[in-house]
C-alpha cells in the first residue's frame, strides 16, 4: 500500500491540483452559477429580441456581346468595374431609393421616426452590389452579387429582384444611348472632316495652277528638258560654227577665184574691192577664231594629258587655223586693201563673174541663211534655258511651301479616311446594340427567397449567451478568490506567521447541522437544477421563435 | 403548511449551519433533535429554570447531535487532530510549566467556545484532573455546547458570592469540573482586572492538571486580555476560510506579552496530501477489516 503510494507521485500531484480547484469550486458554486445563470439568461433574452436579418442574393453574369469582336468592336468598352460603380451609383440614387422604399413599403416602423434621407441611407447600407473575382483574374469581371438585406425574407427576395431587374434594364438601355450617341458624335466629326479635305485640295489644287512646271514633282523634268535644250544648243553652236567656217573658206575661194579672174580679165576691181573688204573681215573673224581655239587649248592642256581626243583635235585646228591666218595675211599683202570702202551693193550676181564665183556666191548665200537662221535658234534655246533656269531656281523655295500644303492635304485626309472607318464601325455597333445583340447581363442565379436568418441567429445568440455565462461565472469565481483575504489552510497559515500551528480541527457537523446541510444541500441542488433549467428552457424558447 | 411554520423553516434554512447560541439548548434539552418545532426561542431564564441537577453532576449530551465530538470511543478526523492538539500541549509541557491554558480568537464565532470544550474533554480522556471555566461574561456558550443547563458559575465567584468550589460540578461522561460563566452584575471587564481572579486562579491551580479558560474575542473586549494575563499560556483559534490574514497578524501583535502556545486552526478540512488518500485507505480497510469479521465464517465456505 505505502511503496504503492509513493510510486505515483506526479498523479498525486495533479490529484492534490484537481482537489484544491474542486474544493474551491465547491465553495464557490454559487459565485459560478449565478453569473452564469444571469448570463446565459440575458443571452436568451436578447437572443429572442434580436431582430432577425434576411439576405436575398442575385446572381447576374455579364455576356460578352454575341458577335466575335473583330468583326464588330463594341462602342462601350470602358472598364467593366467602373461601369459597374457608376451605374451602382445612378441606381442607388435617392430618387429611385425613395421609390423603391415608397412601393414595397420598406421600413414602415421606422417611417415615422426617421427622415427620408436617413431611410435612403439606411435602405443604401443593406443592398450590396459584389463582383465575382476570378482567383488569379483580378481585372476581368464576368458575375456579380446583388444583394439585400431585409428584417423580413420575402421583402429581401422580391426587392433584390427589383434591384436586378433596374440593374439589367438601366445597362441595356445606357449602352444603346451611349453607343448612339458615339455615332452621332462621330457623325458629325466626319462632316467636318470632309469639309476640311475639300478645302485643302483645293489649296492644293491653286498651288498647282499657280506654279505649273516649277512644281518641284516637275524638277526632274526641267533638269531633263535643261540637258536636252542645252545639247541642242550646244548642237546648233556647233552648226553655227561649222557654218561660219564654211563660209568663212568660201570667201577664201570665191576671193582666190576673183583674183585668178582679174588676173585673167581686168574686171575684177569690184571682187576685188569686195574680196578686199571681205579679206579684213576673214582675217580678223579667222584670228579670234585662233585665238579662242588657243585660249582653249591652253585650258584643256591645263586639265588633260597630250593624248586626250579634244587636245588632239583642237591642236590640229589650231594648226588648220594658223595656215588660213597665214594664207590671208599673205593675200592682203599682195592686195593693199583700201582703207575706204568701196559702195558695193552686196554680192549681187554679175553677170560677168565666172559660174565658180557665182557658185561660191550663192553658197555664201545658202550658208548666210542658215547662219541666220541658226542664230535665231541659238537664241531661242537661250531664251528657253534662261527660263528653265529660273523655274530651276524657284523650284527649292516651292518645295516648302508645297510640302506644307500637301501635308496638309494628306492629313485631312487621313484624319477623314480613319474618322470614316470609325464611324462605319460605331454605326454597326450600334445597330448591335439595338438589336440587343452586344454585352448584356444575364440574370444566372435569380433571387431566392432566404429560408434561414444571417448570423448571428438566435441559436448563436443563445450559444454565445451560454459560453460568455460559463465564462463569466469562472471570472466572478477567479475575481472572489482572489479578492479573499481569509486564511484557506494551514500552508496558508504557515507562510503568515511564526507561531507554531498546533491542530488543525476539520469541520464537524453535529447531525443537527449535518441533516439542515442535507436539506440545505438539496435546495441548492434544486434551485441550481431550476436555475439552469430556466436558463435552458429560455435559450431553446429563444431559438425556436420565428 | 402555516405561514409561520413557513417562516421558522426558511429562518433556519438560511441561517448559518453553525446554529445559533440560543438553540442549541434547546436541542439539547429535548435530546431528540428536533429544530423544526422550535419556533419559540428560548431564553437564559427559561434553561436556568428547567435546570435539574442531580446529585452535584451535570450529565452533558455528548450524542451525534452535540458538538462534542473529542470522546475516547469515536474516532473520527476532529477528535484525532484534537488528540494531536492534546500531545502537543503535552509535550511542550515537558519543556515549559504550564497549567492554565486560555483559547482566545480575533473575533466571534471562531470556534473558541467549541475548541476549549472540546480540548478539556480530550485532556481529561488523558490525564486525570481537568477544569473547564467559561470565561466569556458576555455571551456564555459552555452549557450550550455541553448541552448542561445553565448555572451560576464564574462570575459569581469573581463577585465574592459563591465559592469557586460549589459551583464547580463534574460533568459525565466527559470527566472533567466545569465551572459556567454566570451571570455578571457588573461590568465583565471590571470583574476580571479585580483582585479575585488571581484568588479563583490559585484556587483551581492547586486542585486541577490543566485548566482551560473560554473567553470572549479579542477584540472589542479587554476580557480576554486579562484572562491571558492570568493564564500560563494562549491558544489562539483560528477559522478558515472565516479569520482574515490581518486580523491573524493583529492577534499575535496585541498577545506579545503573553506566552502564545500556538495556533488552533479551525474548521481546516483536511489538506490534501499523498497521506490524506493514505488515510482514508487505512479508515476504509479497517471497516473492511470488521466486515470480514463478522461474517469472516460465511465466507471461508463459498
Ligand atoms: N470545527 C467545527 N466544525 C463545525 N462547526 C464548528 C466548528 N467549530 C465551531 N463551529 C461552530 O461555529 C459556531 C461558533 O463557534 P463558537 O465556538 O461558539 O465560536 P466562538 O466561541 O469563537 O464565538 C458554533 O455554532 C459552532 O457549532
Ligand atoms: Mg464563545
Known amino acids: 500500500m505505502t511503496t504503492n503510494l509513493m510510486e505515483d507521485a506526479p498523479s498525486a500531484q495533479t490529484e492534490i491540483f484537481l482537489a484544491h480547484y474542486r474544493k474551491v469550486f465547491a465553495r464557490r458554486r454559487w459565485s459560478f452559477l449565478l453569473p452564469c445563470c444571469v448570463i446565459g439568461l440575458a443571452g436568451a433574452v436578447a437572443a429572442y429580441v434580436w431582430p432577425l436579418k434576411y439576405q436575398s442574393d442575385s446572381l ?179 552648226e553655227l560654227q561649222r557654218a561660219e567656217q564654211q563660209k568663212v573658206y568660201l570667201i577664201s575661194i570665191r576671193s582666190e577665184y576673183e583674183a585668178i579672174g582679174r588676173a585673167a580679165g581686168g574686171r575684177g576691181m569690184l571682187v576685188a574691192g569686195t574680196d578686199g573688204t571681205h579679206r579684213s573681215s576673214d582675217l580678223a573673224n579667222a584670228e579670234a577664231t585662233l585665238r579662242d581655239l588657243k585660249k582653249r587649248y591652253e585650258s584643256l592642256t591645263g586639265q588633260y594629258t597630250s593624248e586626250f581626243p579634244d587636245v588632239i583635235t583642237t591642236k590640229k585646228e589650231i594648226a ?122 444575364r440574370v444566372l442565379d435569380p433571387a431566392k427567397r432566404p429560408d434561414k436568418a444571417m448570423p448571428p441567429n438566435r441559436l448563436q445568440i443563445v450559444l454565445i449567451g451560454w459560453v460568455l455565462g460559463v465564462i463569466g461565472g469562472f471570472g466572478w469565481v477567479v475575481l472572489r478568490e482572489f479578492l479573499d483575504s481569509t486564511i484557506r489552510g494551514k500552508s496558508d497559515l504557515e507562510l503568515r506567521t511564526q507561531v507554531p500551528i498546533l491542530a488543525c480541527i476539520p469541520t464537524h457537523l453535529n447531525s443537527v447541522q449535518e441533516r439542515r446541510r442535507i436539506r440545505r444541500s438539496r435546495l441548492e441542488l434544486a434551485v441550481g437544477v431550476l436555475l439552469v433549467l430556466i436558463v435552458i428552457g429560455s435559450g431553446i424558447g429563444s431559438m425556436l421563435r420565428a | 403548511m402555516a405561514a409561520g411554520e413557513w417562516g421558522g423553516t426558511l429562518k433556519r434554512i438560511f441561517q448559518n449551519g453553525n446554529g445559533s447560541h440560543a438553540e442549541q439548548p434547546r436541542t439539547a434539552r429535548n435530546g431528540r433533535g428536533q429544530p423544526e418545532d422550535g419556533a419559540v426561542q428560548p431564553t437564559f431564564a427559561d434553561n436556568f429554570c428547567d435546570a435539574t441537577v442531580s446529585r452535584g453532576v451535570l450529565t452533558a449530551s455528548t450524542g451525534p447531535e452535540s458538538m462534542v465530538f473529542s470522546r475516547s470511543d469515536t474516532r473520527g478526523p476532529a477528535d484525532e487532530s484534537l488528540r494531536l492538539l492534546a500531545h502537543r500541549l503535552q509535550r511542550i509541557r515537558e519543556r515549559r510549566p504550564m497549567k492554565t491554558l486560555v483559547v482566545t480568537s480575533a473575533s466571534p464565532k471562531e470556534g473558541k467556545t467549541v475548541v476549549a470544550v472540546n480540548l478539556a474533554a480530550t485532556l481529561a480522556a488523558n490525564s486525570g484532573r481537568v477544569a473547564l471555566i467559561d470565561g466569556d461574561l458576555r455571551c456564555a456558550y459552555v452549557a450550550g455546547v455541553l448541552g448542561v443547563p445553565v448555572l451560576p458559575g464564574f462570575a459569581e465567584c469573581l463577585e465574592e458570592e459563591q465559592s469557586v468550589e460549589e459551583n464547580l460540578l463534574p460533568v459525565s461522561p466527559l470527566s472533567f469540573d466545569l465551572l459556567q460563566a454566570g451571570a455578571a452584575k457588573r461590568n465583565p471587564a471590571e470583574l476580571l482586572q479585580g483582585p479575585r481572579l488571581k484568588e479563583v486562579a490559585m484556587t483551581l491551580g492547586s486542585k486541577y492538571d490543566w485548566i482551560v479558560i473560554d473567553t470572549p474575542p479579542l477584540t472589542p473586549f479587554v476580557d480576554a486580555q486579562c484572562l491571558a494575563a492570568a493564564a500560563d499560556a494562549v491558544i489562539v483559534v483560528v477559522r478558515a476560510g472565516h479569520t482574515s490574514r490581518d486580523s491573524v497578524a493583529r492577534t499575535l501583535e496585541s498577545l506579545k506579552d503573553v506566552y502564545v502556545a500556538g495556533i488552533v486552526l479551525n474548521g481546516a478540512d483536511a489538506e490534501h496530501s499523498p497521506y490524506y488518500k493514505y488515510y482514508s485507505q487505512y479508515r476504509s480497510n479497517g471497516a473492511l477489516a470488521a466486515a470480514a469479521v463478522s461474517n469472516g465464517g460465511r465466507a471461508g465456505h463459498d
Not at chain 1, 103 to 119: I, P, Q, S, V
Request: charged share 25%; proline share 5%.
Open chain 1, 60 to 238: 447576374i453574369l455579364i455576356e460578352q456581346q454575341k458577335v466575335p469582336s473583330q468583326y464588330v468592336k463594341p462602342n462601350v468598352v470602358s472598364d467593366l468595374q467602373s461601369r459597374l460603380d457608376t451605374m451602382t451609383q445612378q441606381i442607388l440614387s435617392r430618387t429611385r431609393l425613395q421609390k423603391l422604399i415608397e412601393d414595397f413599403h420598406l421600413y414602415a416602423g421606422e417611417r415615422n421616426k426617421e427622415t427620408m434621407d436617413d431611410l435612403v441611407d439606411k435602405m443604401r447600407g443593406n443592398i450590396f452590389v459584389q463582383p465575382v473575382q476570378i482567383p488569379g483574374r483580378q481585372d476581368q469581371l464576368t458575375a456579380f452579387h446583388i444583394s439585400y438585406i431585409s428584417r423580413s425574407p420575402d421583402t429581401a427576395q422580391r426587392v433584390t429582384n427589383e434591384l436586378t431587374s433596374l440593374f439589367i434594364e438601366y445597362n441595356l438601355r445606357t449602352r444603346a444611348e451611349d453607343s448612339a450617341s458615339t455615332t452621332a458624335f462621330l457623325r458629325t466629326e466626319l462632316q467636318a472632316a470632309a469639309d476640311e479635305l475639300s478645302t485643302q485640295e483645293h489649296r492644293l489644287q491653286d498651288f498647282k495652277m499657280k506654279n505649273l512646271g516649277a512644281l518641284p514633282e516637275q524638277f526632274e523634268a526641267n533638269l531633263q528638258v535643261m540637258a536636252s535644250l542645252e545639247s541642242q544648243l550646244q548642237a546648233v553652236t556647233n
Open chain 1, 320 to 441: 588648220h587655223w594658223e595656215s588660213v591666218v597665214a594664207d590671208l595675211k599673205t593675200a592682203a599683202a599682195k592686195s593693199p586693201a583700201s582703207p575706204s570702202p568701196s559702195p558695193a551693193q552686196g554680192p549681187a550676181p554679175d553677170p560677168g563673174v565666172s559660174p565658180a564665183i557665182a557658185d561660191a556666191t550663192s553658197h555664201l548665200k545658202a550658208i548666210d541663211l542658215e547662219i541666220a537662221a541658226q542664230k535665231r535658234d541659238q537664241m531661242m534655246l537661250q531664251k528657253q534655258i534662261a527660263l528653265m533656269q529660273d523655274r530651276l531656281k524657284e523650284t527649292p523655295l516651292l518645295e516648302q511651301q508645297f510640302a506644307e500644303i500637301s501635308r496638309d492635304c494628306d492629313n485631312a485626309r487621313l484624319n477623314y479616311q480613319s474618322l470614316l472607318q470609325k464611324q462605319q464601325q460605331s454605326e454597326l455597333a450600334t445597330q448591335l446594340e439595338q438589336r440587343q445583340q452586344g454585352e448584356q447581363f
